[in-house]
């Protein structure tokens, strides 16, 4: 159960460091690839985790890594990934600009804005649910 506990753990932390910034920018400023972007990670979401797992294994042999926690960090952590950024996305979306407007009145600068404002919020729904779920899979 530590091992199963470290490994989602760190995949979650990683890729909640990784994909809710990305998400927030792809939610809140004009991308270019905006549609593309939210396609390709909802594309992954179709992608069964065996179809991810089976060439990592090749790959970790080759590297000596079959049997580490940095591989099965990794591992979770490409599944992961994308389940955040595509949960996030929309919770970004529905936080009114006015609550980002009035922090940045206060005197806050755009990362306490998102430090305080913008973030809360997903912190207990989004990324612990999906804590709770990577652990329930690799149980």
């Known amino acids: 159960m530590k091992i199963?506990?470290?490994?989602?753990?760190g995949a979650v932390a990683c890729a909640g460091l990784m994909s809710v910034p990305a998400a927030s920018a792809i939610?809140?400023?004009?991308?270019?690839?905006?549609?593309?972007?939210?396609?390709?990670?909802?594309?992954l979401r179709f992608l069964p985790p065996v179809a991810v797992a089976i060439p990592l294994i090749?790959?970790?042999l080759d590297?000596?890594?079959y049997h580490s926690r940095l591989s099965m960090i990794v591992t979770c952590l490409l599944v992961t990934l994308s389940t955040i950024s595509w949960l996030s996305i929309p919770a970004f979306a529905r936080i009114p600009k006015e609550i980002e407007e009035a922090a940045a009145?206060?005197?806050?600068?755009?990362?306490?804005?998102?430090?305080?404002?913008?973030?809360p919020?997903?912190?207990?729904v989004g990324i612990l649910g999906r804590l709770l779920n990577s652990m329930l899979k690799h149980k």
Not at 4 to 9: E, F, L, Q, Y
């Open 4 to 9: 199963v506990t470290a490994v989602a753990c």
């Open 27 to 43: 939610a809140r400023y004009p991308v270019p690839v905006k549609k593309d972007s939210q396609f390709f990670l909802l594309s």
């Open 58 to 60: 090749s790959i970790w």
């Open 63 to 65: 590297l000596g890594l």
């Open 105 to 119: 009145l206060d005197g806050d600068g755009p990362y306490q804005v998102f430090w305080r404002v913008a973030l």
């Open 121 to 124: 919020p997903l912190l207990f």
